[in-house]
């Protein structure tokens, strides 16, 4: 099963940029698709990118408004997010999860199966 391992995370102001980095190892990482999902205190996870296995087509949650990107490497087996305009709202556990390769994007949690322990996102305002 493949191992997720999430970087980057940090305390940042408001309008201010950060690049999450998931490293990982121990399956084949061009054969999954990869997701970044976020939990703040006191809500549930949601939803904020992924990317397909093949194409790598692209899809992002409504409510990042652009500001989010989601990439990969292939050859690091490394995905990424590049955060920019961040805002307090942002702030929560940003975790990365693997899934089986598929055409279309799945937005829910339980279609992932292996996921990061998750690095820690603080916006001050």
């Known amino acids: 099963q493949v191992q997720l391992v999430e970087s980057g995370g940090g305390l940042v102001q408001a309008g201010g940029s950060l690049r999450l980095s998931c490293a990982t190892s121990g399956g084949t990482f061009s054969s999954y698709n990869m997701g970044w999902f976020r939990q703040a205190p006191g809500k549930e996870r949601e939803f904020v990118a992924a990317?397909?296995?093949?194409?790598?087509?692209?899809s992002t949650a409504d409510s990042i408004e652009g500001r989010f990107t989601i990439s990969k490497d292939n050859a690091k087996n490394t995905v990424y997010l590049q955060m920019n305009s961040l805002t307090a709202e942002d702030t929560g556990v940003y975790s990365c999860?693997?899934?089986?390769?598929?055409?279309?994007?799945?937005?829910?949690?339980?279609?992932?199966?292996?996921w990061g322990r998750g690095t820690q996102v603080t916006v001050s305002s």
């Open positions: 999860a693997a899934g089986p390769n598929g055409w279309y994007i799945i937005r829910t949690p339980a279609y992932y199966n292996s």
């Open positions: 990317i397909t296995a093949n194409s790598g087509r692209t």
